[in-house]
């Protein structure tokens, strides 16, 4: 499933200009600044399922069934709160949080229901993020 229709999928395009040494390496720990929260802290766990849906015309990601709108809060927690989000998407579009303090407690892929498979020459991998034991 593509997001989006006609050129708004035409997102970026490298054009290779030169050959070029990448002497980069990637560093051992991206960051020590890292929550220390457990998962025994937590207050509540939610779920927030992503799926591909039609949306304000054309085709694009929902959030439990809703289309992505940027002026719509989907949660109020309490200051100081300790929650686990457990992200569940269909699509490849990778979901990711902003400015907000996470870990991730654990990775894991669900096998498509039979019906979701049913007919298609891809296949459909859903991808689950959080919800596992304390890190």
């Given amino acids: 499933m593509a997001l ?4 708004t999928r035409d997102v970026m395009a490298f054009r290779v200009a030169r050959k ?3 002497d980069s390496r990637i560093p051992r720990t991206l960051s020590d600044d890292v929550p220390s929260w457990r998962r025994s802290e ?3 766990v ?3 399922a992503f799926r591909t849906g039609r949306m304000h015309g054309g085709h694009g990601l929902l959030i439990g069934g809703l289309p992505f709108d940027p002026a719509r809060s989907d949660v109020t927690t309490g200051l100081g709160d300790v929650e686990v989000w457990r992200l569940i998407a269909e699509v490849h579009h990778p979901v990711h949080l902003h400015l907000a303090g996470f870990r991730v407690l654990s990775r894991g892929v669900i096998t498509p229901a039979i019906i979701e498979r049913i007919g298609t020459t891809a296949a459909l991998v859903t991808c689950h993020f959080g919800g ?3 890190p």
């Avoid at 989006?4 to 050129?7: D, I, K, L, V």
Wanted: without cysteine; charged residues 30%; positive net charge.
């Fill in 42 to 44: 937590a207050v509540r």
């Fill in 132 to 134: 596992g034991g304390a």
């Fill in 46 to 48: 939610r779920d927030f």
């Fill in 20 to 22: 070029a040494t990448d």
């Fill in 4 to 7: 989006g229709s006609g050129r």
